[in-house]
């Protein structure tokens, strides 16, 4: 006869077994190899899902150039990290160069009527001159003096220094950071203000993370997790608002991150985020089989296995969350279940004379 447990929630066992009852209790005596374990006690959990680095928009900058030119050669390639003000490439500009002459020039005339000026204020102390060729020489050096500010600006507006601008400038970045593209190639010529490529700061990385509902538990704004990256490295990265809900189709949600020290992934790189999850139970991959579609464990009862279904969760590693159906301090198969789900199998499917 079947050994006997307490009634389940589910029915008691009676004088007669329900049709396939028999197929439930499977005797342990005759079965080599199993290895058993206790429930452990539901613990706080967290699994690791993928994402991906992405750009903050505030910490974007598209390359421009403020004259036109000719691309004559790239420093740095995309995806290299560079400190701010690094060259990023350079351009041979003609308008350059005409500015620079043009501030050159204004300079010159402005120093010319600035010492005619002064030579004529001396004449005119010594009442060796007029007053109407000193106040003409301060015109033409007020004027001279317009003209080389002008010449200033024009150069400056283009976030130049006139004093080291020349006929080759170097586009630099703005910030420390990463080229994530370029739009140009040497020898292409350029006009100002094009976009000539984009760059990502590298203090400003956003992890981007999707998650099937239903949401994390006490997971909040400004909790702070681990973020990894394929080769090892990793990084701390701080919650940041609410989840936003995707579509109704595929019940997921979306998170934003920020992470936090470096140096910092670019933009389009794989990571993954460690996400706490409920409060459960965790057994080895190994003591879950299905049988018939349904994920379940062997629960000891006597000298016999009963299958007991259960709801499986997100797998940690070689073991895995499960979210229903065992309680803790119970017995279950942890090595060696599929023996007695290959001997269930067998006896439901005639094998009834296996019992001893």
Not at 278 to 301: D, I, N, R, Y
């Amino acid at each position: 006869a079947c050994g006997r447990k307490a009634a389940g929630p589910a029915e008691a066992h009676g004088p007669e077994a329900a049709p396939g009852e028999e197929h439930k209790h499977l005797p342990l005596k005759d079965v080599r190899g199993l290895r058993f374990l206790a429930v452990p006690e539901p613990k706080a959990e967290g699994a690791w899902y993928p994402a991906e680095a992405i750009g903050d928009e505030s910490a974007q900058a598209i390359l421009s150039s403020p004259v036109k030119g000719i691309v004559a050669a790239i420093r740095v390639p995309p995806g290299q990290r560079v400190a701010a003000g690094a060259g990023l490439f350079t351009l041979q500009s003609p308008e350059l160069a005409r500015l620079k002459a043009d501030w050159l020039s204004a300079r010159a005339r402005r120093d010319r009527a600035e010492n005619e000026r002064a030579r004529e204020q001396r004449l005119f102390d010594a009442q060796a001159g007029s007053r109407r060729e000193l106040e003409a020489a301060g015109s033409e050096a007020a004027t001279a003096r317009a003209d080389e500010e002008a010449a200033r600006l024009a150069l400056e507006a283009r976030g130049l220094s006139p004093e080291s601008a020349g006929a080759v400038m170097l586009v630099k970045a703005p910030q420390a950071g990463t080229v994530t593209a370029y739009r140009i190639q040497p020898g292409q010529g350029v006009e100002a203000g094009q976009e000539l490529g984009s760059f990502q700061a590298a203090a400003a990385a956003i992890v981007r993370l999707e998650l099937p509902l239903p949401a994390p538990e006490n997971w909040r704004t400004g909790a702070v997790t681990e973020v990894r990256k394929g080769d090892g490295q990793r990084w701390k990265a701080r919650l940041e608002g609410t989840p936003m809900t995707l579509t109704a189709d595929t019940r997921r949600l979306s998170y934003r991150l920020r992470l936090q020290g470096g140096p910092l992934p670019i933009p389009g790189t794989p990571l993954e985020v460690h996400v706490p999850l409920a409060k459960t139970v965790v057994l080895p991959q190994s003591a879950l089989q299905q049988v018939e579609g349904t994920w379940g464990v062997f629960v000891k009862v006597g000298e016999e296995a009963e299958f007991r279904p259960v709801r499986r969760g997100a797998e940690l590693g070689t073991d895995v969350m499960v979210l229903d159906g065992v309680k803790p301090g119970e017995t279950v198969v942890g090595e060696g279940a599929y023996l007695l789900k290959s001997l269930q199998i067998k006896r439901k499917s005639g094998g009834e004379d296996h019992d001893h």
